[in-house]
RNA sequence: GCGAAAGUGGCGGAACCGGUAGACGCGCCAGCCUUAGGAGCUGGUGGCCUGAGGGCCGUGGGGGUUCGAGUCCCCCCUUUCGCACCA
């Protein structure tokens, strides 16, 4: 601060103007002196855990984006706080991961030096922001403190059966041998060296989330979730129903006919999953994903280079690049066939990108007549279309038979809705396609041929990173005795200092380099064992925070008993929609299996759960790269956390974002000094003897409209809407350079304490309030017989269109509207030289008089 | 391609049940009061026409339902976000 603006400061004092600085800073220590963001977490008789999304604490700090999504659950929490709840409002810091490691190493700093740094940087920013945490109850997902009982859900799941190792394929830069996440591999290469990015088997752990996926699915029937929230959920999980079929292979030498009964069969057999089991009349070919595990055995001896070759290049390729639409398709015919259960014709099997290992069992029947991509790729390579749906003419009955055009804008190439029937097939044909579906199925589960399915998009959750910066997975592997998990008194499996932290090996942590971090004695022979080096995702840190918040500390166990009974479910968790799918849904997986372990009475983590939109800057989506990125830091020291506050959450609407524009914050900063102005000059008045009782009755109105309106938009996170109610009624209190009186003032105060704390504490105490506002003042209640006036206007419509307003007593009959509309000059000149066919009267709102 | 959300003054946005479109704010215009801070206060501000009574048009475009549509229905266009060869 120069020395100008402290005499301003100074001059402004002595006027006893509003000075941002001085009020936030008073307040602030006072809130800290006397703990009053603390709750007790064993005598709160009204528990409201106010959860927000916690933050990774980036080298650059808090960004405007952070500031906007706190701010706009601090209000709901200094809300229901001021209704009289015991208010529970933590924050904590999610400092593990690659993000973290990734900035470390461009900047050459050890994370574990780096993030200390990051997160008090963080802390000291939140501080000033009017924020009410509880500072006594952080959470760090990098403390060993934290991290063990990270690692003791990962045991608790693997006792369970619930984690698994499996093979999977992952993203590999063959240059810098290392593993890359899909986000660092831009356009199919490395983003680092520029390198054609490959793909690479690797053993992983998994989370067996898949087994959860109908309950995840299911629950959303019921939680209180933003809609859209919920259905990127539900299509993110992906449910499809329809049926597995299998196709029995023709073994060369063995006459062709796989089509023996029972379920033998299936161990020779091709099971493919589909939505269409109606169409399978018209499945033509085969095609196999070329890394399934049956293209060995069916690809015959003069197609074996040819197979080799495409599988190779397929493997070339990395993840993302091959899940591109836009290309053409390719593949290779393996030379095997199998059996078209339904037909009983030979059909080939072939292999082709196109066709995903993990989707549905890797292997699809092609309906090249009825699918688009299936299409494409038997006109490419010259396969058979045959046509098994079409239009229905009615009835039943489909269009001529013999004549149905094929292909994609056809008729025959109907999307599967209504009023479809099947032809060419068979005893089939001519039912309608749905009908015939399941008659199919039915038909060849006899056989054990088919069977009614649903299939998942989900998949399991890999959670092992060949990476440094995370908790390290509690395993150990023991040559005799197997897999065996860490004992949990051994937790935490700390993870060491390691001078050279980076990612090179060969697809393996930086951990397996250091000797004396992954030899360990077998817990249970004491032999000679290894240690997992791989470490845990990010993603399982946040999946928790939550039930530690309460429970902090606590070394004994991750989250007490009691604590948790009266604190969660979480009542309010408001964060971005960008979390809707990864975080949102892992954390409810985690909180089901944990309920299902036995360890928490609920299954769902979050009571409500409420999107914010997104800050944007100019139109333009805030960006590192855009180089557009807000700091709020120069703001709040110019305006003030309050008027800061007030300014993101008059923007727009919450929960769809807005623009952030430096112009518009004079309007709040306007507002905030009005308000001050007001209440400064109602004390002043009051001490004066002047205007310190009643509340003028035109003001009544007003005040009585203010507080509904406030109350129910703070309820249902319409900020921008409640602070313009504020504004409103401000501008009432002042009209015509009135002063306002006490008693008009004070629940205004209140009202504002949500969004503009500071200014609201020292209005309180200067009009005689005990601090804190927050503990002493109640919230105002309104009364619906104040909020109308007795008398009313009522537009008068002619035909529709408004032609005059008349001022009526409150609920006037119909007779005595019509009367005064008709008295009206104007009213009369439209409704002249015609008669009057129909009058609507809609009480106290409107009159339309219909003519013609 | 699929899914979701959204198109309203010069700008951000309001209108929650179909009932006076444009609350509140920014900006702009006019006036007043000040000389230095947050400058403040008062009034005006969708477009076009006007005889100053008012009239016509107006919520992305086109149809429709209705006494009445930003709001409901159908078709189309645009934008943003998510998922993306999902069988």
């Not at 009053?36 to 064993?42: G, P």
């Not at 993030?115 to 000291?124: L, S």
């Not at 005799?480 to 393996?508: Q, W």
């Amino acid at each position: 601060m120069d020395s100008e603006a402290k005499r301003m400061g100074k001059v402004a004092a002595e006027r006893d103007d509003y000075v941002p600085e001085r009020v936030e800073a008073r307040w602030r220590s006072f809130w800290e002196e006397e703990r009053t963001n603390e709750v007790d977490l064993d005598a709160a008789e009204r528990p409201f855990f106010n959860l927000m999304m916690y933050p990774y604490p980036s080298a650059e700090g808090l960004h405007v984006g952070n500031l906007y999504a706190f701010t706009g659950a601090d209000i709901h929490g200094r809300y229901r706080r001021l209704l009289g709840e015991d208010v529970f409002e933590p924050i904590g810091f999610d400092a593990f991961g690659i993000h973290s490691e990734n900035h470390a190493l461009q900047v050459g700093v050890h994370p574990m030096e780096l993030i200390p740094r990051n997160v008090a940087n963080f802390e000291r920013q939140l501080r000033r922001a009017g924020l009410m945490y509880d500072w006594t109850r952080t959470v760090d997902t990098t403390d060993p403190d934290y991290y063990r009982w990270t690692q003791w859900i990962f045991l608790k799941l693997f006792e369970a059966g619930l984690a698994e190792k499996k093979e999977a394929p992952v993203n590999w830069c063959p240059s810098c041998k290392t593993v890359l996440a899909n986000e660092q591999v831009i356009a199919g290469r490395c983003e680092r060296c520029r390198t054609p990015v490959g793909q690479r088997m690797l053993s992983q752990w998994f989370f067996r989330i898949t087994e959860y996926a109908g309950r995840l699915l299911d629950n959303l029937e019921w939680i209180d979730w933003s809609r859209t929230t919920k259905t990127a959920q539900r299509n993110w999980i992906g449910r499809s129903e329809g049926a597995r079929l299998w196709f029995p292979f023709v073994i060369v030498g063995d006459g062709g006919s796989g089509l023996a009964d029972g379920s033998a069969v299936r161990a020779r057999a091709i099971e493919v999953f589909t939505t269409r089991p109606d169409t399978l009349f018209g499945a033509t070919f085969l095609v196999l994903s070329p890394e399934h595990p049956v293209v060995d055995e069916v690809t015959m001896p003069d197609r074996l280079e040819e197979v080799a070759a495409y599988q190779a290049a397929t493997a070339g390729q990395d993840l993302m690049e091959r899940r591109k639409v836009d290309r053409a398709k390719t593949g290779v015919f393996t030379g095997g066939h199998a059996v078209n259960p339904a037909t009983g014709e030979e059909i080939q099997i072939w292999i082709a990108d196109y066709v995903l290992m993990d989707y549905g069992t890797g292997a699809i029947m092609s309906v090249p007549a009825h699918d688009q991509r299936d299409f494409e790729f038997a006109t490419r390579f010259g396969l058979p279309i045959r046509a098994v749906v079409a239009v229905s003419a009615g009835e039943g009955e489909a269009k001529d038979l013999a004549d149905v055009p094929l292909g994609p804008g056809s008729s025959a190439f109907v999307e599967h809705t209504t009023d479809e029937v099947l032809i060419n097939s068979g005893r089939f044909s001519g039912m309608p396609a749905d009908d015939g579906g399941l008659a199919i199925v039915e038909w060849l589960a006899e056989r054990s041929l088919a069977e009614p399915a649903i299939n998942y998009r989900l998949h399991d959750w890999c959670i092992s990173r060949q990476r440094y910066w995370g908790p390290p997975i509690p395993i150990i592997y023991c040559e005799s005795c197997g897999t065996v998990p860490v004992p949990e008194d051994d937790l935490p499996v700390r993870l060491p200092y390691l001078e050279d932290f980076r990612p090179e090996a060969a697809g393996v942590s930086p951990l397996a380099r250091v000797e004396e971090f992954y030899r360990v004695e077998c817990p249970e022979c004491g032999g000679e064992a290894r240690r997992e080096t791989d470490v845990s995702d990010t993603f399982l840190d946040s999946a928790w925070y939550f039930l530690r918040y309460p429970s902090t500390e606590f070394d004994d166990r991750p989250f007490d008993e009691a604590r948790t009974r009266r604190w969660l479910p979480v009542d309010s968790y408001i964060g971005g929609e960008e979390h809707s799918v990864l975080h949102l849904l892992y954390s409810r997986f985690i909180v089901m299996a944990l309920h299902d372990l036995g360890y928490l009475e609920f299954e769902e983590p979050y009571r409500r759960f409420r999107k914010h939109g997104l800050l944007v800057k100019d139109g333009a989506k805030i960006s590192k790269s855009r180089g557009n990125v807000v700091i709020p830091d120069a703001y709040i020291d110019r305006y003030g956390a309050d008027t800061f506050r007030t300014y993101l959450m008059f923007l727009g609407p919450y929960q769809e974002g807005g623009d952030f524009r430096d112009r518009g914050i004079a309007g709040p900063e306007r507002f905030l000094y009005r308000v001050w102005d007001s209440v400064v000059a109602a004390v002043a008045a009051s001490a004066g003897g002047r205007g310190c009782g009643e509340i003028e009755p035109e003001l009544e109105r007003a005040l009585h409209r203010a507080i509904k309106k406030v109350t129910e938009d703070l309820e249902r996170l319409s900020y921008n809407t409640a602070i313009a109610a504020l504004m409103d009624y401000v501008n009432a209190l002042r009209s015509e350079g009135r002063t306002p009186s006490l008693p008009e003032v004070r629940p205004l105060v209140i009202m504002l304490a949500p969004v503009a704390p500071h200014i609201a504490e020292e209005l309180w105490e200067r009009i005689g309030g005990e601090p804190s506002i927050f503990d002493h003042a109640t919230w105002p209640t309104y009364d619906p017989a104040k909020l109308e006036e007795d008398k009313v206007d009522i537009p008068v419509q002619v035909n529709g269109k408004l032609r005059a307003t008349v001022r009526v007593a409150r609920g006037a009959s119909r007779e005595a509207v019509e009367e005064l509309a008709l008295r009206d000059e104007n009213v009369r000149r439209h409704v002249e030289g015609a008669t009057i066919r129909k009058v609507v009267h809609v009480p106290d709102r409107l009159i339309n008089l219909v003519v013609g």
